[in-house]
């Protein structure tokens, strides 16, 4: 039961991906959309940077024209004598050009590459705090790797192919249109020949396109689930060794993994075909044009230097077909990333809070809980009707049998889940009154899955609290029996806590005890918080927790009903539904529920 509120805390797994595998890409055409609209900050300076691509394509322009000018001076110099004052004048001013477009895709590059990584980390900054916003309900069906994926593999891809692949496709259309226009200009015989030969070969390749693109989407969908698998077996790691599940494991993973590799492998192999595909392309139409460019200089309609600037101009037009199909393979895998990751920030969230003006600042710690109804699939009810209340400084215990629903409730009253009907109430006021941040604040939580973060032990210990003395660390290590373990740390509360592994799992625990006496909440939460001590400890923490719960209201959750013998009050549950309630005495004199779970356990202890 502890298990699953912890779980809640740190993103339970589930169905991988979150998408059914071979699920098709739904809205592409949305993904784009959004894609601009985040782009939207940043419009003046990826203009800029279109800007500076255009004017470097245009410079590259202008040099076969100026060649081919320089190639009909030396043939005609071949003759009689060469006018070398002016070759020089002509290849100085295309030595300037060249450079002047080398600077310019300098700037591109340089604003670009800042743009994209500035896109990728906003995207990362924005999914961190989606995850912050989203409901519980939604990790109970996600996998955590299938998150980090989105968080790291599809964000890596978005910044990475908007690096290189916005300035190629920039630059590649204006060297494609503005070649088309110079061919023209020069020859429009040779230009329709050059054209329509590359062109023919283009058409494959938007086949191709076509074909992949499904692929691409499928690829990243895979590459979470696989995130999510390997992340579901290595944080349980010790239990898949212990049953050994290791096989099963792999078994599973090989699935997934051969998924991912036959999606990848046709997304990889058709893209890797548009290479050579453009390449045969680009051959063909220079040997077309060395036909037609022959037989129309023999004919004396066009001069020698004419073939030559027609050989460049062809692979300016060639060469940004290739880029441009290669940057939108790219922009296709950037497209299916994208999805995802908008798919992620569009996720339903919690409720925006911020018109809420009511704040508990100091409780007496009143809770009601009337009529409370909830369950977490609409329609199956976990808990029917909830009725109970608990008076300020009073220690109630939850009891009842696997799956009564006793988590259930804690879930409830931290307002993790919000109530299908009822209410509860602290002090007097709905909880759904006030902010969670707020409810949050109002509680101490300790649960017997411990958690535990790299840091030293003070950072462990104290977490969110500012100004904790050492003093106050002494009292508490003391009262949690803590003291000797910080005594034998070599750097004392400052050491690193790095490797879980050095720590037992009952020394985690009374950290845990311990970090939520440091937080003095005014209400407290237990659930199987001394499960994994052992007996001679329990008592030690049993007495520290006593003085800790003294004066708060606190919720206690224990399956050995000898550590809850105290309660001002047991709450006995099942099925969703309280069926005895009273003191430990009472409860047994009632010889109801309880005292045969009571007598079942002291019979098992004897
Ligand atoms: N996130 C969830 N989504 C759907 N159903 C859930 C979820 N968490 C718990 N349940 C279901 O709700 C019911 C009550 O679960 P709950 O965790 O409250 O029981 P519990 O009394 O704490 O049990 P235990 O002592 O075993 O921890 C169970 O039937 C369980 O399957």
């Given amino acids: 039961m502890a298990e699953k509120i912890a779980r809640n805390h740190q993103n339970s797994p589930g169905i991988p991906g979150g998408m059914g595998t071979g699920e098709k890409s739904k809205n592409l055409k949305k993904a784009y959309a959004d894609f601009i609209h985040y782009l939207g900050r940043y419009k003046w300076s990826i203009l800029a940077a279109a800007i500076?691509?255009?004017?470097g394509a245009i410079?590259?322009?202008?040099?076969?024209?100026?060649?081919?000018?320089?190639?009909?001076?030396?043939?005609?110099?071949?003759?009689?004598?060469?006018?070398?004052?002016?070759?020089?004048?002509?290849?100085?001013?295309?030595?300037?050009?060249?450079?002047?477009?080398?600077?310019?895709?300098?700037?591109?590059?340089?604003?670009?590459?800042?743009?994209?990584?500035?896109?990728?980390?906003?995207?990362?900054?924005?999914?961190?705090?989606?995850?912050?916003?989203?409901?519980?309900?939604?990790f109970d069906s996600h996998s955590t790797g299938d998150v980090l994926s989105r968080v790291t593999n599809d964000v890596d891809t978005v910044g990475q192919t908007m690096n290189q692949s916005f300035s190629t496709l920039v630059s590649s259309l204006s060297l494609l249109i503005g070649s088309v226009l110079m061919m023209f200009l020069t020859n429009w015989i040779m230009a329709?020949?050059?054209?329509?030969?590359?062109?023919?070969?283009?058409?494959?390749?938007?086949?191709?396109?076509?074909?992949?693109?499904?692929?691409f989407a499928e690829q990243q969908q895979e590459l979470g689930s696989l995130n999510g698998q390997v992340e579901e077996t290595y944080s349980g790691f010790t239990v898949v060794k212990a049953y050994n599940g290791g096989r099963k494991a792999k078994e599973e993973f090989h699935q997934r993994s051969s998924r991912l590799y036959a999606c990848a492998w046709k997304s990889q192999f058709l893209s890797g075909l548009m290479m050579p595909f453009m390449i045969f392309i680009g051959n063909f139409a220079y040997v077309v044009v060395c036909i037609v460019g022959a037989v129309l200089a023999v004919q004396g309609?066009?001069?020698?230097?004419?073939?030559?600037?027609?050989?460049?101009?062809?692979?300016?037009?060639?060469?940004?077909l290739q880029n441009i199909s290669q940057a939108l393979s790219s922009v296709q895998s950037m497209a299916a990333s994208c999805e995802r990751v908008?798919?992620?920030?569009?996720?339903?969230?919690?409720?925006?809070?911020?018109?809420k003006k009511v704040e508990l600042c100091s409780v007496k710690g009143d809770v009601i809980f009337d009529h409370v109804k909830f369950g977490y699939d609409p329609g199956k009810t976990i808990i029917n009707d909830f009725s109970s209340r608990v008076k300020a400084g009073q220690k109630i215990a939850i009891v009842g049998p696997t799956g009564a629903g006793k988590t259930t409730m804690v879930n409830l009253l931290m307002r993790f889940y919000e109530l299908n009907g009822g209410t509860i109430t602290i002090d007097g006021t709905p909880i759904n009154e006030l902010k969670r941040e707020n409810i949050h604040n109002l509680f101490g939580m300790v649960l017997q899955d411990t958690w535990m973060f790299e840091g030293t032990l003070r950072e462990n210990l104290v977490y969110s609290k500012t100004g904790v003395t050492d003093k106050k660390l002494d009292e508490v290590c003391a009262a949690t029996g803590l003291t000797s373990l910080v005594k034998r740390l070599p750097d004392g509360y400052d050491t690193v806590l790095g490797d879980n592994a050095s720590l037992s799992a009952g020394q985690k625990q009374l950290?845990?005890?311990?970090?939520?006496?440091i937080e003095d909440a005014p209400l407290l939460i237990l659930d199987e918080a001394t499960s994994s001590v052992d007996t001679r400890t329990e008592q030690k923490?049993?007495?520290?927790?006593?003085?800790?719960?003294?004066?708060?209201?606190?919720?206690?959750?224990a399956h050995r009903l000898s550590t809850i013998k105290n309660a001002d009050c047991i709450l006995v549950m099942?099925?969703?539904?309280?069926?005895?309630?009273?003191?430990?005495?009472?409860?047994?004199?009632?010889?109801?529920?309880?005292?045969?779970?009571?007598?079942?356990?002291?019979?098992?202890?004897?």
Avoid: C, W
């Fill in 52 to 55: 500076f691509s255009v004017a």
């Fill in 59 to 138: 410079l590259n322009l202008i040099g076969p024209n100026k060649l081919s000018e320089v190639t009909d001076l030396i043939t005609e110099g071949l003759s009689g004598s060469i006018q070398l004052s002016a070759v020089v004048q002509i290849a100085s001013l295309l030595a300037v050009l060249y450079a002047f477009g080398f600077l310019l895709n300098y700037a591109q590059g340089f604003i670009m590459a800042t743009v994209s990584q500035r896109i990728t980390q906003n995207m990362r900054r924005d999914i961190s705090t989606k995850i912050n916003k989203l409901p519980l309900r939604y």
């Fill in 192 to 215: 329709v020949t050059g054209i329509i030969a590359a062109l023919i070969g283009f058409s494959g390749i938007l086949f191709i396109i076509s074909k992949s693109q499904k692929y």
């Fill in 301 to 320: 309609s066009i001069s020698f230097g004419t073939i030559v600037a027609f050989m460049l101009y062809i692979r300016l037009f060639t060469q940004p």
């Fill in 342 to 355: 908008f798919e992620f920030l569009a996720e339903k969230e919690m409720e925006d809070e911020s018109y």
């Fill in 511 to 517: 950290i845990t005890i311990a970090r939520a006496m």
């Fill in 541 to 557: 923490v049993q007495k520290a927790m006593d003085s800790l719960t003294e004066g708060r209201t606190s919720f206690v959750i």
């Fill in 574 to 606: 099942k099925d969703g539904d309280i069926i005895e309630s009273g003191s430990h005495e009472e409860l047994l004199a009632q010889n109801g529920f309880y005292a045969e779970l009571y007598n079942s356990q002291f019979e098992q202890a004897s």
